[in-house]
């Protein structure tokens, strides 16, 4: 029982465009909601998070968005640069289990030049 | 060190033999966590301690697997009488505690069973 799905394997995108990745999630006692960035033969990185109690988080190029009703959440990359090929992963966690992720199964984003 | 060190990065291991993977977490991180991705999946949670105590092992896929952190610090997972299934990547995880901006990874130990 997946608790956190990312449909899109894989997404490509044309440099200085948008990178829309979608991210589902079925525990609606998840409260907390990240994404990773993760290149070959390393650890993910941790990107932007955002809380329950807002529906929108911003910093520089990435946006997440939360839509609680939905239990989908977003990450928007604009522009998009070569440099943000890499697996995005989305994680959600609930405040009673502690610092536990829970994460999905990744979206390999290609930002073509 | 500045983050989170893992070692071996690569480990072969012959299907029966253990095998246990070190991490040394960031200095001053509560809060230390084990994760195994297998390939083309997301992270799956294993265990979670905070200092020395291991608060949460229910992803320990069974009693073949154990972690310990004796000293509140450095963390060893233990794989025994490993079988090809168990073949992932292993990452540890440190954070100061607290549902904040997410954890500091290691790059991983890559184990496979043969």
């Known amino acids: 029982d997946q608790q956190v799905k990312q449909n899109s394997p894989s997404l490509s995108v044309q440099e200085g465009r948008i990178s829309i990745l979608n991210c589902d999630y079925t525990n609606s006692m998840f409260d907390y909601f990240l994404w990773y960035k993760k290149y070959p033969a390393e650890g993910p990185t941790f990107l932007i998070s955002?809380?329950?109690?807002?529906d929108k988080n911003e910093d520089g190029r990435f946006t997440v968005f939360l839509n609680k009703s939905a239990k989908h959440l977003s990450l928007h990359i604009v522009p998009s640069q070569p440099g943000d090929s890499a697996v995005y992963f989305c994680a959600a966690s609930e405040l009673s289990a502690g610092n536990m992720l829970t994460f999905g199964g990744g979206t390999r984003l290609m930002v073509k030049p | 060190g500045a983050g989170v060190s893992q070692s071996p990065r690569y480990k072969v291991a012959k299907r029966g033999q253990d095998v246990a993977l070190r991490c040394d977490p960031i200095?001053?991180?509560?809060?230390l966590f084990w994760y195994q991705q297998a390939l083309g999946q997301g992270p799956e949670f294993l265990t979670y301690?905070?200092?020395?105590?291991?608060?949460?092992k229910s992803g320990l896929p069974s009693d073949r697997f154990f972690a310990e952190r004796p000293e509140g610090s450095v963390s060893t997972l233990k794989i025994q009488r490993t079988q090809q299934e168990d073949s992932a990547v292993y990452l540890c995880a440190s954070s100061l505690g607290g549902q904040g901006n997410g954890y500091t990874f290691g790059s991983g130990t890559r184990l496979t069973v043969v």
């Open positions: 301690f905070q200092n020395e105590a291991q608060l949460d």
């Open positions: 200095s001053g991180h509560v809060s």
């Open positions: 955002i809380s329950s109690i807002k």
